[in-house]
């Protein structure tokens, strides 16, 4: 009898799905709930604030949004401050001086991170732009000793729920993307590009970034003013990305505040940091193949009948 070829389902999900390219660093925090961050893959707690109420573990259930699941479980940050000083508490990961950079201007210089957020555990509004903050930290260190650190989180200050982007430098500040309400979870992403300045010796740095971005296609980014004029630029040299901080940052009062971070992803390419879902005409191909396999396996029932 004369056998007819089965088309497997993965080798139709395999046709038309976009390649998910490797991430140069990608945290799911996949332990068990109430495992303390400290020394958990390489995280130190390198400040918090004394004395204080604190806790830093994995915690349950995991986050999730549209495009990128959760392994299950996340980062629980929590402190709770005896007086009234703004005094972040942070777990730090070392990535190593070789886990990506540039020298002289060649190399890796645009990259992409992500991460989740969420947070039940804001204070009372504040009453000033002070406020509480959940974000992951990317520190970049120049060789010219002038380093920039940029966040991505969210926060609540002066009233407002934020979903935000922030930068420590001359020209950059806090940059509000969408509203946030407690308890939501949301991914926020930014992208890093730093480019040379022609006939100047100098490097260009901007930044840009987006919550809750579709996967597959790049979002419409909300630019970040960059370092890109005489005085706030420097000559291209060596620059390294080493490490990650994830913080709670508190300002003011000494209420309690937390949140959870999961899915931290770092990668030199938007899929390396957004998770790709199979695109409409995949899903498609996906049930004519499953069709042929059904009439394949009808035709091949009738024909054993006949036998």
Known sequence: MKRIPVITITALLAIGTPAQASSLFHDSFNASPGTQLDGYNGYDITAEPTPATKIAEISGPGLSVAGQTSAGNAAYLYYAMDSGAAVPYTATKYLGSGAFGSVAGNGINTFYASALFNSNDFPAPETSA???WVKLGIPIDFE????RYFSIGIKHAAHDYQVFAEGQGTQYGDWKLADYSPGQTVQ??????????DATGRYRFEVFAAANPMP?????WTFIAGESDAVNSYKIGTYTVSKLNLTVERSGSNSGSGGLIDEIRIGTNYADVVGVV???ETWAMLLAGLGCIGWAARKRNSQSGRS
């Open 278 to 280: 199979p695109e409409p």
């Open 144 to 147: 010219s000793g002038t380093d």
């Open 130 to 132: 002070l406020g509480v």
């Open 216 to 220: 597959n296609i790049e979002p419409t």
């Open 188 to 197: 926020v992403v930014a992208k890093y590009v730093i480019a040379p300045m």
